[in-house]
């Protein structure tokens, strides 16, 4: 079964400083993963995705995400934190099997804080 | 171009009672799926509909229901609503389906709270 771990229920960060938000996999073949962020009484925007190719992807507003298979991980980076990146964030794997094409599996979401 | 449009945004129903959520797609995308977000369970997805076929479906009782109509719009429905039935549904679309769908775009979401 495909799953997706975030096994950090909050960041916290100062601002200026470097963020990561941890995400781990576990699916069958090869893994389509994506990073969404939520703003309070929002829905889901879409930050990046990993299909294949580069393991590092750069998405929206700076954010980058380092795909490392041999942890099974898709970690979600920022070099510089600002407080504007404070909301709940949201690593997903596409449900390969079969003929799932619609369906992500979301982790638990982190919540990232960032202080002035 | 617009993007996902979800009527209503908030809404409050008593036990019981049903209730229908709308979807409309960003225009040419022809898949839409439903997920139920709560504190507890966090995102859970119910269904997909592709070409006006439910072609997926998640871990949901009867009581939930979809359809999707010839321009992609669709809805969802539940009946005999339960306190559990409170979350935000968030609809999304894609272009296509199955692996080479690509993200997903959201919707603002349909709070509703059961009383």
């Known amino acids: ?3 997706v771990a975030q096994p950090e229920d909050q960041v916290n960060v100062a601002e200026g400083n470097p963020l990561t ?39 929206s507003y700076g954010f980058e995400a380092e795909f490392n298979k041999s ?4 970690h979600l980076k920022k070099p510089s934190a600002l407080v504007s990146d404070s909301a709940l964030y949201f690593c997903a794997v596409r449900d390969a099997s079969g003929n799932q094409g619609g369906k992500l599996i979301f982790g638990q979401g982190t919540e990232l804080s960032v202080k002035p | 171009k617009a993007g996902v449009t979800q009527t209503p945004r908030y809404l409050i129903k008593t036990r019981g009672q049903q209730v229908t959520l709308s979807c409309s797609p960003i225009s040419g995308h022809r898949s839409v799926s439903w997920y139920q977000q709560t504190p507890g369970q966090g995102l859970q997805f119910l269904f997909e509909y ?21 321009n992609s719009r669709s809805e969802m429905n539940v009946s005999t609503l339960e306190l559990g039935d409170s979350a935000l549904y968030l609809c999304a679309s894609s272009q296509g389906r199955g692996l ?9 979401g349909s709070r509703l709270t059961v009383l």
């Open chain 1, 21 to 59: 938000v941890k995400c781990t996999y576990s699916v069958s073949g090869n893994p389509y993963l994506f990073w969404y962020v939520q703003y309070p009484n929002r829905g889901l925007q879409f930050l990046l995705k990993y299909i294949t190719g580069d393991n590092l992807v750069k998405g």
């Open chain 2, 100 to 108: 080479d769908a690509g993200e997903l775009f959201f919707g603002e």
């Open chain 1, 1 to 3: 079964a495909q799953s």
């Open chain 1, 71 to 74: 942890q099974t991980s898709f």
């Open chain 2, 50 to 70: 592709f070409s006006e076929t439910q072609r997926n479906k998640g871990n949901f009782p009867g009581r939930f229901s979809g359809r999707q109509f010839s």
